[in-house]
């Protein structure tokens, strides 16, 4: 029988099919997923870039830090900016 894709299962058989995997098997399903990530967005201080950036075992794609609070050396985008700053990336 021919193994179904993640997109053909629904989701409580997904979930149940994930709770089975190894901590191996999640990682290295983790970090396929990542490689498709373009940019990242991480909203808060100078610890949310450092966790953003962690999940990544290879390569870090840009990384685009908006601080919440007047906070943190690497954050220097505030919010007000957020939405004028993300749409000339996406444009």
Do not use: W, Y
């Not at 900016?81 to 993300?86: P, Q, R």
């Amino acid at each position: 029988a021919e193994e179904e894709d993640d997109d053909d299962l629904d989701f409580s058989s997904l979930q149940t099919a994930r709770a089975q995997q190894t901590p191996e098997e999640k990682r290295e399903e983790l970090q396929r997923r990542l490689a498709a990530v373009d940019f990242v967005i991480a909203l808060g201080h100078d610890g949310s870039v450092i966790a953003s950036a962690s999940l990544f075992d290879g390569p870090v794609p840009p990384v685009l830090p908006f601080a919440l609070e007047n906070q943190g050396l690497m954050t220097r985008i505030c919010e007000q900016e957020a939405a004028g700053v993300i749409s000339r990336i996406v444009s």
